[in-house]
Every structure is written in structure tokens, then in C-alpha cells.
């Protein structure tokens, strides 16, 4: 990902994302209107972070297996951060629809479940009650519904993540009964299973993708936000760089399939 930069041995962003925190950083100080949805973007902000955490430390934990990590420990270890991964996703989607909420140009009658954010945006005028630009940003993440559900299965449904013990790769698969739930052929192993590291890299590149979308209509939106001067912000997490190389592999995994 060209957004992910290195400096001195460690990667950091300076993205549009960054850029919306550091500015209701100072709406909250002054206490303005925009900072209404201060915690929220914090919450957005940790939630990402814990995201490219378990990135890191599965990435770690597979190197413990060069050290005596057994199959068993590893295989338990790595679909609890499947899981997690998850979990954490769909909890900061929810953290988005709170943002749109509190900068909404109606405020107050935004729902704050993603999901039911996108269903109330196709009703007619709701679109203008959110306001256009930050309700077409909502309308065009077509990708959430698959993540949505694959939570939902594991949360909700009994469903299973299974890690297999392949000596370098991290292959996975979620089961809601006899059901496979992973299918998405640029990130497939086999018909059978998928690589985390290829489908971790396809959700979170089209995540950073949609981050930026909505950081910048809020900027415009929010008149306090849109009049700020644009900050130099580095934002640094050890997680990025297992990113890039993830994101890499998964370009070179689509090349292949042609």
C-alpha cells in the first residue's frame, strides 16, 4: 500500500484518516460542534489498531512456530485472532455510523448500527438528512454485508474458525455446519481454504480505502473541519508493516489468477 510509509525501521500513515482525528482533536479542545464526535473517531482509530495488532501478532505467532510453538497451540491461538478479527471489524463499522450520526446535517436520526445506516440511506430523503457526500460514502462500502455476515456466523450462528497447521502459511477456513463461509478466489489455498494473510489484506486495504472516502466528506461537510489548515501527522503502529507486506503478496495473488 503506497500509503503506508517506512522511516527509521518503522512504518506510520499521514492519511486523510489521520488528518480527521488531529482536527477534532482541536474542534473537542475548543469545545465546538464537530466535537461531538470526538470519541467516536477515537474509538474508530483504536478499533483500526487493534485490527493491525492482530495482524502483527499473527505474523509473530507463526515465526513461534520456527521455536516450539506445536500445531495444537498455534491452530487454537491463530482462530482466536480469526475471530477476533472479526469482532473487532464489525464493532468499528458500528463506531462509523456514530460519527455520521453526530455530524449529520439532521442530527439525532441517524441509526447507529452500520447495517441499519445503510438500509435507512436508500429511503427516500434520508440521504439529504445525512447529508450527500459522507451518505454516498456509506452507500458504496458494497463489501460490508460479506463481513457483516461471516461475524454474524461466528457471533451468532455457532459457526467455526479452523486454522490449519501448514508449515508457512496461515490457511483458514470459517464452517457454519458443513458450509464453507470463505470463498473468494484471489485469497484461496485450495478450493477448500483460504490464506489469512491475502483475505486479512483484501478486507483491510478496502477498509483504509473507505476510511479515507469518509474522512474527507466529513472534512467537507463540517463546516468547523472543512475551515481548518491541513496538519503534518505521522501515525505510527508496528501492524503496518505486516500490512504492506500482506497487501504485496495479495496483488501478487490476483496477477497470478489473472
Given at each position: 500500500m503506497a500509503m503506508i510509509q517506512e522511516e527509521d525501521g518503522g512504518f506510520y500513515t499521514s492519511s486523510e484518516f489521520d488528518q480527521l482525528l488531529a482536527r477534532l482533536s482541536i474542534a473537542h479542545a475548543s469545545d465546538t460542534?464537530?466535537?461531538?464526535?470526538?470519541?467516536?473517531?477515537?474509538?474508530?482509530?483504536?478499533?483500526?489498531?487493534?485490527?493491525?495488532?492482530?495482524l502483527y501478532k499473527l505474523q509473530w505467532l507463526s515465526?513461534?512456530?520456527?521455536?516450539?510453538?506445536?500445531?495444537?497451540?498455534?491452530?487454537?491461538?491463530?482462530?482466536?485472532?480469526?475471530?477476533?478479527?472479526h469482532v473487532v471489524l464489525r464493532s468499528l463499522f458500528d463506531e462509523v455510523a456514530e460519527v455520521a450520526g453526530c455530524l449529520a446535517i439532521q442530527y439525532g436520526v441517524v441509526p447507529q448500527s452500520f447495517h441499519k445506516l445503510q438500509q435507512w440511506i436508500s429511503k427516500p430523503g434520508n440521504r439529504n438528512r445525512l447529508?450527500?457526500?459522507?451518505?454516498?460514502?456509506?452507500?458504496?462500502c458494497d463489501w460490508f454485508d460479506a463481513v457483516r455476515e461471516l461475524r454474524d456466523d461466528l457471533v451468532h450462528r455457532a459457526a467455526t474458525a479452523i486454522v490449519f497447521p501448514h508449515?508457512?502459511?496461515?490457511?483458514?477456513?470459517?464452517?457454519?455446519?458443513?458450509?464453507?463461509?470463505?470463498l473468494?478466489?484471489?485469497?484461496?489455498?485450495?478450493?477448500?481454504?483460504?490464506?489469512?494473510?491475502?483475505?486479512?489484506?483484501?478486507?483491510?486495504?478496502r477498509l483504509v480505502a473507505f476510511l479515507?472516502?469518509?474522512?474527507?466528506?466529513?472534512?467537507?461537510?463540517?463546516?468547523?473541519?472543512?475551515?481548518?489548515?491541513?496538519?503534518?501527522?505521522?501515525?505510527?503502529?508496528?501492524?503496518l508493516g505486516v500490512l504492506r507486506a500482506w497487501s504485496a503478496a495479495l496483488e501478487l495473488a490476483i496477477q497470478a489468477a489473472g
Amino acid at each position: 500500500m503506497a500509503m503506508i510509509q517506512e522511516e527509521d525501521g518503522g512504518f506510520y500513515t499521514s492519511s486523510e484518516f489521520d488528518q480527521l482525528l488531529a482536527r477534532l482533536s482541536i474542534a473537542h479542545a475548543s469545545d465546538t460542534l464537530a466535537s461531538l464526535a470526538y470519541r467516536q473517531v477515537v474509538s474508530v482509530f483504536e478499533l483500526q489498531a487493534n485490527l493491525l495488532t492482530i495482524l502483527y501478532k499473527l505474523q509473530w505467532l507463526s515465526a513461534q512456530r520456527d521455536h516450539g510453538l506445536d500445531d495444537v497451540t498455534w491452530m487454537y491461538f491463530a482462530a482466536s485472532d480469526v475471530v477476533a478479527f472479526h469482532v473487532v471489524l464489525r464493532s468499528l463499522f458500528d463506531e462509523v455510523a456514530e460519527v455520521a450520526g453526530c455530524l449529520a446535517i439532521q442530527y439525532g436520526v441517524v441509526p447507529q448500527s452500520f447495517h441499519k445506516l445503510q438500509q435507512w440511506i436508500s429511503k427516500p430523503g434520508n440521504r439529504n438528512r445525512l447529508g450527500e457526500p459522507v451518505a454516498g460514502v456509506i452507500a458504496s462500502c458494497d463489501w460490508f454485508d460479506a463481513v457483516r455476515e461471516l461475524r454474524d456466523d461466528l457471533v451468532h450462528r455457532a459457526a467455526t474458525a479452523i486454522v490449519f497447521p501448514h508449515v508457512d502459511r496461515i490457511l483458514f477456513q470459517i464452517h457454519l455446519g458443513a458450509n464453507r463461509r470463505v470463498l473468494i478466489k484471489p485469497v484461496m489455498f485450495n478450493e477448500h481454504v483460504a490464506d489469512f494473510t491475502l483475505y486479512a489484506a483484501h478486507v483491510m486495504v478496502r477498509l483504509v480505502a473507505f476510511l479515507e472516502q469518509f474522512a474527507i466528506a466529513i472534512m467537507a461537510t463540517d463546516p468547523v473541519l472543512a475551515d481548518m489548515t491541513p496538519m503534518s501527522i505521522k501515525r505510527g503502529h508496528p501492524g503496518l508493516g505486516v500490512l504492506r507486506a500482506w497487501s504485496a503478496a495479495l496483488e501478487l495473488a490476483i496477477q497470478a489468477a489473472g
